[in-house]
């Protein structure tokens, strides 16, 4: 007689072990190689780039004959005179406050309209689409000095000239064209679903693009306000002939420009002006590179 017994299975109550993380590829040699000849070669390259750029912000801290004693960047003395001078005695604070309130308004208004018409050219068809495309890249081509009188007549005739308001209208259609085709290409590959589900509800036009489309369109509308950022903040030639006659409007571009009369021997506080004006542009593209360039990339797949 054979007796068999059977055994209880045993269940662990021990948590189990997560996933190890996939192993990491290793570059072949040759690879390596490369790379390294890749860093050796860029290297030079990238510190001839930045150099200029990293002598005006050392020479904000300097005084002139410290500045033109030797060509090292570095200083163990900051002198923040240079920023103090700049900020009241240029009139760079004054400079500074213009130059906010025409790039921020002009970014509200350049990147809602922008992205309507980029909307439009993305979804839907009518007679002449193919028109208004043609036309729009062809005034990419166009220089800006050719449209200077057209927009202080337009801007006169508002009655906005000598003001803020009519620079900042001047300065919303600064990079126009880029940004809608930016916008319609990127809309265009938007799935339709989403658009017909929103009908289904009861959405209109406006209540279509605001509340689905354009919530998707992160990476392009801080493309958007990128370009439209470095085009107000940095433009010269329209904020020059549209203050001409009112200084006190200047904006950063314009002010430094004027100092080349005033403190063309203060280079230290030159600097500094100048230093002023770089940081911001600078500081905004370092937080949104990444959309910037999701942004041209997602264009390119599509």
Known sequence: MTLSTALPSVTSDAPEAPPSAPPRKRLRRSERIALLVGGLILLPIALVWIYPFVWVVSSS???????????????????LDNYIRAWHEANMG????????????SILISVTVNALLGYVLGRYAFPGKRIIYAMLALVVFLPQGYTVIPIFDLIDS???????????????????VIVVLLFAGYFAQLPKE??????????????????VYLPLSGPVLATAVILQFMHAWNDFLLPLVLTLSQPELRTLAVGIYSLQNQYFSDWGMMS???????????????????????????????
């Open 61 to 79: 801290f300097k005084s002139n004959a410290e500045i033109f004693g030797s060509l090292n960047p570095f200083t163990s003395t900051l002198r």
């Open 94 to 105: 004054r400079y500074f406050l213009n130059t906010i309130f025409v790039t921020g308004m």
């Open 158 to 176: 508002l009655g906005l000239s000598g003001s803020l308001w009519g620079m900042t209208l001047a300065e919303a259609g600064g990079v126009s």
């Open 194 to 211: 989403l658009e017909e589900a929103a009908k289904v509800d009861g959405a209109g036009f406006l209540r279509i693009f605001l509340r």
């Open 272 to 302: 500094a002006a100048s230093t002023i004006a770089l940081m911001p542009i600078i500081i905004v593209f370092i937080i949104l590179q990444k959309y910037f360039i999701e942004s041209f990339s997602g264009a390119v797949k599509g």
